[in-house]
């Protein structure tokens, strides 16, 4: 079963600078099944990227995923107000689906 | 618009039971995955079951298998999961979700389960 390792747990950075978060799959995500989601305090998970670095469906050209194999990145080129939430990564590709634990990016 | 509405939580005994309904509207359902995502208090994200858009195929994560029992009614455009056995760490938020593939892509905001004595 792949285990997602998600760091830092928590960012800490001001609006306007470049947010980087990494995902770390403990065995090779086949197809880069690898998904990235926002969600904000009382709402739902909001799919942001997939297939490691499509943007879904209206998501912002700031937010970008990259990487391949075990190692896949989410960067947001310049923090919005709004862009401040949890971000998880997530394998959909094989069962369990498992997401990783999240990461918190909160205002410095 | 993909809307996706879930109902049926509450408080419940341990031991007990209950079934969550999600219904939906917007997209063609018989063509589409469906999954539920739980999460509980203050922590992350755990897929717990998805089904096939025919609902013939059925899948659940191994915390839940044996308790837990996802079905559709593509007739009535609604999903659902029947959870028995109710134990304290099922308390979570429940998510239904439209699959694109294999992917939860749509969420809906979700009904909250909470089991205690």
């Known amino acids: 079963e792949i285990v997602l390792t998600q760091s830092p747990g928590t960012l800490s950075l001001s609006p306007g600078e470049r947010a980087t978060l990494s995902c770390r799959a403990s065995q090779s995500v086949s197809n880069n099944y690898l998904a990235w989601y926002q969600q904000k305090c009382g709402q739902a998970p909001r799919l942001l990227i997939y297939?490691?670095?499509t943007r879904a469906t209206g998501i912002a050209d700031r937010f970008s995923g990259s990487g391949s194999g075990t190692d896949f990145t989410l960067t947001i080129s310049s923090l919005e107000p709004e862009d401040f939430a949890v971000y998880y990564c997530?394998?959909?590709?094989?069962?369990?689906?498992?997401f990783g634990q999240g990461t918190k990016v909160e205002i410095k | 618009e993909v809307q996706l509405l879930e109902s049926g939580g509450g408080l419940v005994q341990p031991g007990g039971s209950l079934r969550l309904s999600c219904a939906v509207s917007g997209f063609t359902f018989t063509s589409s995955g469906m999954s539920w995502v739980r999460q509980a208090p203050g922590k992350g994200l755990q897929w717990v079951s998805g089904?096939?858009?025919?609902?013939?195929?059925?899948f659940y994560a191994d915390s839940v298998k044996g308790r837990f029992t996802i079905s559709r009614d593509n007739s009535k455009n609604t999903l659902y999961l029947q959870i028995n056995s109710l134990r304290v760490d099922d308390t979570a938020m429940y998510y239904c979700?439209?699959?694109?593939?294999?992917?939860?892509?749509?969420w809906g905001q979700g009904t909250l389960v909470t089991v205690s004595s």
């Open positions: 997530q394998n959909y590709g094989t069962l369990p689906r498992p």
């Open positions: 979700a439209k699959d694109n593939g294999w992917l939860p892509a749509s």
């Open positions: 089904i096939s858009g025919s609902g013939g195929d059925t």
């Open positions: 297939d490691a670095s």
